[in-house]
């Protein structure tokens, strides 16, 4: 049987979130090994989900006593 993964077993390799790419002084994103092929993606490539930021949760709605009355 296969394993989940962290954040799912379809994740798109995406440079921000791997292992070698750092953040300069100006906040771009760049690769410890150069800049990556035509599809965005180098064969160095490895997941790190620490650098995963979570998406912000909706704000909550405020219910009255009103909303619940028949």
């Known amino acids: 049987m296969l394993k989940k993964k962290l954040f799912g077993n379809t994740i798109e ?3 921000d979130y791997c ?3 750092v953040k300069n002084s100006g ?3 760049i690769c410890r ?3 990556p092929s035509v599809e965005n993606v180098c064969g160095r490539y490895v997941y790190d989900p620490l650098k995963r930021e979570p998406k912000t949760l ?3 709605p ?3 006593a ?3 009355k028949l």
Request: glycine share 10%; proline share 10%.
């Open 13 to 15: 390799p995406n440079c």
């Open 19 to 21: 292992r070698y790419n």
């Open 27 to 29: 906040g771009n994103s």
């Open 33 to 35: 090994y150069g800049s």
């Open 58 to 60: 909706p704000d909550i």
């Open 62 to 64: 405020r219910f009255t």
């Open 66 to 68: 009103d909303d619940f």
